[in-house]
């Protein structure tokens, strides 16, 4: 089995900084693509940010420039460097992994509360 979990989440004022971990643990052989996908009050579940074994990584529109994905493949690991924050960017950050042959796993989830 494996294990997702989140850490780093928080209350920031606008323009502030937070920086997401995340870490799968458990029976891993290999992890394909890891990201962070956001969920706001009232909204759907949307893609912030993806980055494949190989390091390349994709952005939503509204992160550009102001959010970092990293990852450390022999850590299974995964952060996310959030500047700039702004209010729009509040919700639940939940970290997705992706196996191979069609198994992924998603954690929990971390509250990041931007305030105006």
């Known amino acids: 089995q494996v294990q997702v979990v989140e850490s780093g989440g928080g209350l920031v004022q606008a323009g502030g900084s937070l920086r997401l971990s995340c870490a799968a643990s458990?029976?891993?052989?290999?992890?394909?693509?890891m990201g962070w996908y956001r969920q706001a009050p009232g909204k759907q579940r949307e893609l912030v940010a993806a980055i494949t074994s190989g390091g390349s990584a994709n952005y939503a529109d509204s992160v550009k420039g102001r959010f970092t994905i990293s990852r450390e493949n022999a850590k299974n690991t995964v952060s996310l460097q959030m500047n700039s924050l702004k209010p729009e960017d509040t919700g639940v950050y939940h970290c997705?992994?992706?196996?191979?042959?069609?198994?992924?796993?998603w954690g929990k989830g971390t509250l990041v509360t931007v305030s105006s």
């Open positions: 997705h992994a992706d196996f191979p042959f069609g198994k992924d796993y």
């Open positions: 458990g029976s891993i052989f290999r992890i394909n693509a």
